[in-house]
């Protein structure tokens, strides 16, 4: 079986996501926000800012909870958006407001730092003639995601996006991996999945016919989940999936 095609989980595999400032990100770009909005005539209701932080929290962390979202559903961070604008008197459609919340997601999305291997990784790949995809699960505006990966030289090596903010689904939900393997273009088992997550990524991408590689961490998921959800492949560093697509 040839793979033909490598599909990526962002956080903790092109980038490091864990630990990183999320919360102290989302009040410094809430607050120039409020102040963005202010100066085009919005009121700023008194804890706006706190309050949207803390919903962002209690959303992220039902959402991630199986027991409280077996349905998988993924939050949905614009209609929050739109409805913390409408609270200051001003409309997310009127158009003197698109800069502002561009830069609001576009620094959320900035918490998550590159790995300093991923440009040369995905541009050897592309080279090679496999089709790339990242296969994730993130809350942020797709059109925010895109941003990221084209801020940072990577938009020529991604063929497709299959991202859970734009499905409405998460992994290992049936309907975000059928998404990807629509986009790939290729049955199931030439797709190579890489991702970190022992259930979300490997769990996940096996059920649904994709070979899988764990990118091996630490300190994130228990040990035992991670020596026990028996991927096709695992790696330390992400240059060593070139070998593992040439091999498997």
Known sequence: MTIRAITFDWGDTLAVNWGMPYIATERRLLTQLAEDLAALGGRIPTRW???????????????????????????DFVALMRTWVAQTGLSADDQRLAPALE???????????????????????????????????????????????????????????????????????????????????????EILHVGDHPVRDVDGGRRHGLRTCLRRTERIYQEAQLDACNPDAEILRLDEVIAVAKRL
């Open 49 to 75: 800012v706190n309050d949207c932080v803390d919903i962002i929290q209690d959303e992220f962390l039902r959402t991630a909870d199986s027991t409280k979202n077996p349905e998988q559903h993924e939050m």
């Open 103 to 189: 830069r609001a997601w576009d620094r959320m999305t900035d918490t998550v730092i590159m790995l300093a291997e991923v440009p040369g990784v995905l541009a050897q790949l592309k080279q090679r003639g496999y089709r790339i995809g990242i296969l994730s699960h993130v809350p942020w505006p797709g059109s925010a995601c895109r941003r990221w990966y084209a801020r940072h030289g990577l938009g020529d090596f991604v063929d497709f996006y299959s991202l859970s903010c734009d499905i409405g689904r998460i992994k290992p939900h049936p309907d975000h991996y059928l998404d990807a393997i629509r986009q790939a273009g290729v049955p199931p088992h």
